[in-house]
C-alpha cells in the first residue's frame, strides 16, 4: 500500500487529498499536478497510480459546496488525470476501472465549469481510443455532443474526433437502443 511502501511525498500528498480540508486537498492536488505536468513515462513508472486514480475521481465526483474551492479542486482533479492518460496512455484503464467514466461525462454536463468540460474532452478522447464501448455505455456520446457549440472550436474537434471513435466499433443492439439512438437528434441537428 502507498503508505508502507511510497516516497514520503507521495504519502503526504495521498492523506491530503483524502484530508475533509479544502485548502490541504487543493495544496496536494497542485503539487500533484505540478508533479504530473513535468514527469516522464519513466518517472511515472513508480508513481502509485493505483491508489491515487480513485481518489482523485472520488474528488472529482464530490468536489465540495459549490464554492470557488470546489471549481479549483475540479480542474485541478482533471488536469491530473489528463496529465496521466498524456504520459502513460494505459492508465486510461485504471480511470475506468475506477469508475471514471461516468464522472467524466457528468464533468461534461455542467458547462458552469468550461476549463473542467474541455480537460475532460481530451480524457474521454484517450480513452475513446482504447475503450469505445465502455465510453458509450457510460453515456459519453450523449455527454460529449450535448453542449458541443460551448467549446472552443479545436476543443470541438476533440469532441468529434471522440464520437466518432465511440461509434467505429459495431455496437450491440442494447447498446445502439439505449446510447446511440437518443443522440440522433443531436447529431442531426
Request: proline fraction near 7%.
Amino acid at each position: 500500500s502507498l503508505d508502507e511502501s511510497g516516497s514520503s511525498q507521495f504519502s503526504t500528498m495521498f492523506r491530503d487529498l483524502k484530508s475533509d480540508d479544502s485548502g490541504r486537498q487543493i495544496m496536494a492536488l497542485t503539487e500533484l499536478s505540478e508533479y504530473l505536468s513535468f514527469s516522464s513515462e519513466e518517472a511515472l513508472v513508480s508513481f502509485p497510480m493505483e491508489s491515487f486514480i480513485p481518489v482523485l475521481i472520488g474528488l472529482l465526483e464530490n468536489p465540495g459546496q459549490g464554492d470557488e474551492a470546489t471549481a479549483q479542486v475540479m480542474l485541478l482533479c482533471c488536469r491530473c488525470l489528463h496529465n496521466v492518460v498524456d504520459i502513460l496512455p494505459p492508465t486510461a484503464r485504471i480511470i475506468s476501472a475506477a469508475g471514471g467514466l461516468p464522472v467524466l461525462c457528468q464533468c461534461l454536463l455542467n458547462v458552469e465549469y468550461i476549463d473542467v468540460a474541455e480537460l475532460a474532452v481530451a480524457i474521454i478522447e484517450w480513452i475513446s481510443e482504447d475503450q469505445p464501448l465502455q465510453v458509450l455505455k457510460a453515456g459519453g456520446l450523449q455527454a460529449i455532443l450535448t453542449f458541443l457549440e460551448f467549446f472552443q472550436i479545436s476543443v470541438q474537434r476533440q469532441a468529434a474526433n471522440a464520437a466518432a471513435m465511440m461509434l467505429l466499433p459495431v455496437p450491440p443492439p442494447e447498446v445502439l437502443e439505449q446510447h446511440i439512438r437518443p443522440v440522433l437528434p443531436t447529431l442531426a441537428a
